[in-house]
């Protein structure tokens, strides 16, 4: 069985963002980019599927423009095999990522999709649910524990849902996304980093897919969101009980 | 019996009775919404950000070939949304240009629940039930639901609590946590954690405000050693009023705190539960 890893480059994680003077979108020249945190957590488990012996073959896909090649390379350098770019605008939204991801799907054939639960770009939590959707595939997202059985070919998922743990059995292949909890991400060695740029990355275009990107969702502007007023210091409990009670009217 | 279409005015009350929807799985709920949709050409089609929600939504979205909007927190025209994104650094007006329906999943702490008189009942919706004997069942059974696991609590639901304690890392064990619970106890809040806390292992994962947790915004949230991670911000900044008690005074939660108190939370605990007056 093959894994399809779908990995997103997004500005790091503990960048403090900048809205653009224009309105236009957040500043993202001159800012440290990396792989999706969630993304990081998928192929993880990708890679530790095949290192149980399940998987033959890992494959890292990603979307975006040409710098969108040194996520895949950190893809690599992990222990994926192969990777895929698809050469395409920066701003594509979750439905032509599922499309995209539909088409490779049905050229690589693999048992098992594994996304991350969102970007924390966009924070959509969308593309998963629709590229299964498109597929036909069960879904198992929120994954915070995958088990799979080889004989019967299901995948038993523990998912993170409102007021505790949700268990399911997915039969294959399925689309599966992944939460925090799921596991730790390993890194990057020197040596594999080495290897890694000898690994094969193919470069298609949405065009040679056949996928048409036409979109359904126009940004009218970006803005920062309204600031708290200052807040004050106090110097005892007995200050803050009675600014509670008689400043805010809280208690 | 589950209510798929339940409009503010209760238009209509439309009921789906079937042994595939006896659990919240995706594969049949999506069909539903698809099937739902072709028969009654819908504009819109709305969930809560909920686990449910955001797991159906998008799903029934790429059958029906729209691009839904994730997280609305404001609807500022029939087309025309205000969602956060960036961790809830930004916010984004979105406007969608394509066919019906126009679909969402609206958070929401950032709409007033209406008022549920016993007076409105004359003017009851309509209950009728949808027709599935074209339901595409095709699929449907290669997902099983197994079991659902959940923490037993007494307590208000994190979600829509009107005062939520929360405590970090830096109570250091499942024992010290017990102090946050205490609080919470008297002054009938919800209790919350941050991700630190959880993956320590004081609290289990249900409890986690954040980016990746619940969004909360309460009347009173009060965060005890925790020192404002982005991550943690996005999950409670629109909170009415933030209390802060941190020893470091440099600790980015004081930035967003409208009271701060920088100290020793294992002193200043014990000392707020003597002096806070009880609230059930």
Redesign the interface.
Known sequence: MKIMVAVKRV?D?AV??R?KSDKTG?ETTNVKMSMNPFCEIALEEALRIKESGFASEVIVVSMGPAQSVDTLRTGLAMGADRAIHVDAPATL???SV?KILKVLVDIEKPGLLILG??A???????????????L???????A?KVVLDKEKQVA?VD?????????????LP?VITT???LNQPRYATLPNIMKAKSKPIKKVTPQELNVEIN???????????PK?KA????S???E??D???NE?H?? | MYFISYLLFHLQVLVADSDKLAHPLAEPWAELVHLVQQKGSYSHIITSSSSFGKNILPRAAALLNVSPVTDVVEISGPRLFIRPIYAGNALCTVRYTGLDPCMLTIRSTSFPVPPVSSESRPNAAPISQVDLSTFSEDNLSKSRYVKHTSQETERPDLGSARVVISGGRALKSAENFKLIEKLAEKLGAAVGATRAAVDAGFVPNELQVGQTGKIVAPELYMAFGISGAIQHLAGMRDSKVIVAVNKDADAPIFQVADYGLVGDLFELIPELLEKLPEQK
């Open positions: 500005i994680y403090k963002i809205v957040v939204y979750p439905l599922a639960k969102q924390i770009d966009d924070d959509c939590n969308q593309t998963g649910q629709m590229v299964a959707g498109l036909k595939w069960p879904q198992g997202t929120f915070s038993t998912r993170e849902v409102d007021g505790g743990l949700e268990t399911l059995c997915l039969d399925a939460d925090l909890r979109s359904d969702l126009e940004i009218v502007h970006v803005t920062e969101p708290r807040g004050v210091i106090l005892s409990v007995d803050l009980v600014k509670l009670k805010a809280v208690i």
